[in-house]
């Protein structure tokens, strides 16, 4: 029997990583689901707050990455509604699945096109576009967005995807009583099988953060957050600047560190280097403002780094846990605590948070209930 076909849409795909968990979520759900379905992939040809093309791709045509999956890289030029309209009705595929909400070419006109063709299941991710935290930023052009979407019916007859029962309620508070399928986000599956212990002296931690530069990623809050602390700490960062008017917040901030604390921008990281990297830290540390998901932070744990973040996350109950701490961002002293109680850590105290870690990651990937959840989307 032949394969089921899906058409996905998403701004920004492999071999680009600057655009971070969306591209890592359907990358995942690819690699998962390839045996019992034939993905084909409609793009970009840039990365994320890029406008050189990826080599070694052709653009505006289709291409077949190593792993067998179909992709189509869009230039600037080529991305218009006829080009979008031709593909689609070109296309061969069973289900048509939309990574996120707000997104013209990728969201708004696909929807417009498949309205007669609702015999298509039409699955959209809302990707924690739908949280009242999210619906604040870029607030105008949402509102703008949600009125066109509710003019032409574009949601008519669509199924949304949501990661947990939170997300759910988000869709459906904003929507009314929308179809909803349920289905946690799918993990890495390059992880490695053997924890990888790191030296840890006491009076000293290395932290980490890997995320866009962004209001919504809180990079400015952690800043503040290590003028407070009192140990001995090494913060590097990365990630593209999104945001040059917060960059330059954080900027100013960077310059007033104390002399106990050494904070480093590093630019981006590739995501395939993502992994190798956390190995060499001791914790994440990244307050973020809300997260749908949080890949990172799965891919930290995997790699026997704890984590401390906001408690705006699914991540929760990480003490008790003993794989790291998820805090309310009201108090900026209480990261502080934290960090320097982690900086007093000695080796054997350390190495119990690593394995727990890496064991709470390890038993995600082990859960075969979220790999049925999502071969559900398409059933």
Known sequence: MS??????????????????????????LVAHLRDDYDFSIVTRDTDYCETIPYPNIKSNEWNVLVDGTRVYYFS??????????????????????????????FTLIPLFFMRKKRSKPVIVAARGMFAESALEVKKVKKKVFMKAVQLFKLFHNVTFH?????????????????????A???????????????????????????????????LLYALKVLRQVKENVEFDFYGPVYNQEYWAECKFVLDEMPPNVKANYK???????VLKLLEQY???FMPTAGENFGHIILQALSAGCPVLISDQ???KDLSNKKVGWDLSLASISDFATIIDSCAKMGQAEYNSLSESSFDLARKYSANEEILRQNKDLFR
């Not at 053997?194 to 209001?215: C, D």
């Not at 630019?267 to 280097?273: A, L, N």
């Open 3 to 28: 394969k089921k076909q899906i058409l996905v849409f998403i701004d920004w795909y492999l071999p680009g990583y600057k655009a971070g968990g969306p591209i890592q979520s359907v990358a995942n």
């Open 76 to 105: 600037e030029d080529q991305l218009t509604r006829s080009n979008i309209r031709k593909l689609i009705k070109e296309t061969n595929f069973d289900y048509l699945y939309l990574n996120g909400i707000f997104s013209l070419y």
């Open 162 to 182: 949501a990661t947990n029962e939170t997300e759910k309620a988000d869709i459906v508070k904003v929507l009314g009583e929308a179809p909803v399928k349920i």
């Open 184 to 218: 946690g986000n799918l993990f890495q599956k390059e992880v490695s099988n053997k924890l990888s212990l790191r030296e840890k002296p006491s009076g000293f931690i290395k932290l980490v953060n890997v995320a866009r530069i962004a209001p919504e990623k809180n």
């Open 267 to 273: 630019g981006s990281v590739e995501s395939s280097r």
């Open 282 to 284: 001791h914790m994440l």
């Open 313 to 315: 996350t699914p991540w």
